[in-house]
């Protein structure tokens, strides 16, 4: 593996995630090398996870040896070579066997960059230790389902919500710890921008993940429109659903919208981080919009925005931004959620 952070984002990462390289390709140095090694490292957990052809039992033990190491109250060495084996991805196996390089690295951060390294990837672990329990054994002929609004809040802010946050703090401690923000009503709109990227990937993913069994729409918002679950695996349900699944995409919307609020209010100046901010959130824009006339349940018209169209937002994005008022009008509207 590469010596330097630098070099290893511009390898690992590259390979393992070319959406979000875009976005750390523009960041400011100063914070590029953390954020980016806190996301491979989520990346490395979300591959444990992700291995279905291993144990539960195996996993959650693969995930708590790596969170403890994460967290520096372990100092077991990680050898995840058989997980690694399972893997379809030439990137993810690598990923997995250059595990302890990336520790390394975490080891070469500052003291505070460590821990807010440490804090976010504690959260997120925790996340998807939970998720691996919640959903065992779920297939699609054994649905599981969350079952209330509140845990579905929970666990966007366990997978992103807490993102934000560290985006945030590492912002503020590396680019404008001098400015006059808002910490507390900023920090509650990271939260909620990275809680709209999420619920974005939840309802433009349903389909696939109702086939792997898990279904994060919650069974107390199924039950009040007449369905359940299982329903959902009938594409002739999808009208039925549609005033719980629209309600979601509002949701998201509103959400995104917060997330614009905490972009513009970032000071000007410090253009590349938010680019950075709003990439995401105009493709999510976009990608809700598809999502309002697409068959929610069919998995054969999957919902994507293709390469060109992301382009033209980038494109667009950079060209406009001398010009604060048009530029902030390419984002969406904010409504009550956006504080």
């Given amino acids: 593996m590469a010596d330097t952070p630098n070099e290893m ?3 690992l990462l590259k390979d393992v995630s070319r959406s979000f390289y875009l976005t750390l390709r523009v960041l400011p140095g100063s914070i590029r090398s953390p954020i980016g090694l806190a996301y491979l490292l989520a990346r490395t ?3 444990i996870a992700d291995t279905g052809l291993v144990s539960i039992e195996q996993r959650v033990l693969a995930l708590q040896t ?3 190491r994460i967290l520096g109250t372990g100092a077991s060495p990680v050898d995840f070579g058989g997980l690694a084996r399972h893997q379809g991805s030439p990137a993810e196996r690598v990923l997995l066997e250059q595990c ?4 390394e690295l975490l080891q070469r951060l500052s003291e505070s960059d460590r821990q807010r390294v440490r804090t976010v990837l504690d959260t997120i672990t925790g996340g998807q230790e939970l998720d691996l329990r919640r959903f065992a054994g779920a297939s699609a002929a054994r649905l599981v389902a969350l079952r209330t609004d509140a845990e579905l809040e929970d666990y966007t802010y366990r997978v992103a919500g807490c993102v934000g946050e560290f985006w945030t703090r590492m912002c503020r401690a590396h680019l404008f710890p001098n400015a006059v923000l808002d910490d507390s009503l900023l920090l509650r709109r990271a939260i909620r921008f990275g809680k709209g990227l999420q619920l974005v990937n939840i309802l433009r993913d349903l389909p696939a993940d109702l086939q792997k069994g898990r279904c994060y729409l919650p069974e107390e918002e199924l039950r009040r429109i007449g369905l359940t679950s299982a329903d959902l ?3 002739a349900s999808e009208p039925r659903l549609r005033p719980v699944f629209h309600k979601y995409l509002d949701r998201a919307l509103d959400y995104l919208a917060a997330g614009w609020v905490y972009t513009n209010t970032l000071p000007w100046r410090h253009a590349r981080v938010r680019l950075a901010c709003a990439w995401p959130i105009l ?3 976009k990608t ?3 999502l309002r006339t697409s068959n929610a349940l069919d998995p054969r018209q999957p919902v994507k925005i293709r390469r060109p169209e992301v382009q033209r ?3 667009q994005s950079v060209l406009l931004y001398p010009w604060p008022d048009l530029w902030r009008k390419l984002g969406p509207v904010a409504g009550s959620d956006a504080g």
């Fill in 233 to 235: 695996l009938q594409i």
């Fill in 100 to 103: 302890e390089s990336s520790l």
């Fill in 313 to 315: 937002i980038l494109a």
């Fill in 45 to 47: 957990t979300d591959t």
């Fill in 66 to 68: 790596l969170r403890e």
């Fill in 288 to 290: 809700v919009g598809r």
């Fill in 9 to 11: 984002l511009r390898g």
């Fill in 283 to 285: 493709i999510g824009v």
